[in-house]
């Protein structure tokens, strides 16, 4: 299993940044990737950006150019950076970790407890 710990949200100006960071510890071998998601009140959780293990990335439309996912792999640490919040971002943040089992051919997602983070107006 992997255990993830969220680190990073609080309170921003519209127009402010933050970074989150996420730290992996277990069975970090079995990680092919890494992410983000958001769950805003009374809405479905969303994807944000994720990381493969090779430094691919991908990000959701809303937030192309203004946020940043990265890794350090040394550290067994994802972040992201976020630029240009927006008042809709306001959503607790959760981390993703996404193994995959070869004995079994298995994919297993493994989730922190979240962070919130909060877009003032």
């Known amino acids: 299993q992997v255990q993830l710990v969220e680190s990073g949200g609080g309170l921003v100006q519209a127009g402010g940044s933050l970074r989150l960071s996420c730290a992996a510890s277990?069975?970090?071998?079995?990680?092919?990737?890494m992410g983000w998601y958001r769950q805003a009140p009374g809405k479905e959780r969303e994807l944000v950006a994720t990381?493969?293990?090779?430094?691919?990335?991908y990000y959701a439309d809303s937030v192309k150019v203004r946020f940043t996912i990265s890794r350090d792999n040394a550290k067994n640490t994802v972040y992201l950076q976020m630029s240009s919040l927006k008042p809709e971002g306001t959503a607790v943040y959760y981390c993703?970790?996404?193994?995959?089992?070869?004995?079994?051919?298995?994919?297993?997602?493994?989730w922190g407890q979240g962070t919130q983070v909060t877009v003032s107006s």
């Open positions: 993703n970790s996404r193994c995959y089992y070869s004995d079994y051919d298995r994919f297993d997602d493994y």
């Open positions: 277990g069975d970090i071998i079995c990680i092919s990737a």
């Open positions: 990381i493969t293990s090779g430094g691919r990335t």
